[in-house]
């Protein structure tokens, strides 16, 4: 038991390993089990109330609504502090970034249209971590919390 794979740790880490494999781009990646101490769902004792989804539950979920999109690649300055991907899907570009630091990380944003936030971090965790809610994003800016993991559409 890694108990990293139960917060933003896990979530980050794998945000991250998905956008490192994806130049070879691979048919299949498989990232978790579905249950047990290695799976999507928290047990007790866990940073998630137990039955409800960790963190890296909707990473994998982002990745897989985006595994149908035309993929473009997301550069960062720093590549060993944030790491992500993107897609277009529909008209929308969909952009994936994580954290790799305990460090609050400030991300400079593409300019393009209306953005919309969808951010697992420290709050999202501490108010009982539901379904992750996105929020108007205006900013050409975005600081990243440590271990966070973000989703920006740009519609």
């Known amino acids: 038991r890694d108990p990293r794979h139960n917060a933003l740790f896990g979530a980050a880490w794998t945000l991250a390993y998905a956008a490192t494999v994806a130049d ?64 277009t899907l529909n008209r929308t570009t969909t952009l994936l970034l994580a954290n790799l630091t305990p460090d609050l990380q400030r991300v400079m944003l593409p300019e393009a249209g209306a953005r919309r936030l969808t951010l697992l971090d420290e709050t999202w965790l501490r108010d009982g971590a539901g379904e992750p809610e996105g929020i108007a994003h205006q900013s050409d800016s975005l600081d990243l919390p440590a271990y966070a993991a973000a989703r920006i559409d740009i519609l």
């Open 24 to 87: 070879a781009e691979p048919e299949l990646l498989t990232l978790s089990t579905l249950a047990g101490p290695s799976g999507l769902i928290a047990g007790a004792g866990e940073p998630v109330e137990a039955g409800r989804a960790r963190p890296l539950f909707h990473v994998l979920n982002w990745l897989a609504q985006l595994s149908d999109g035309l993929r473009i690649a997301v550069e960062t300055s720093a590549p060993e502090c944030v790491a992500g991907l993107g897609a």
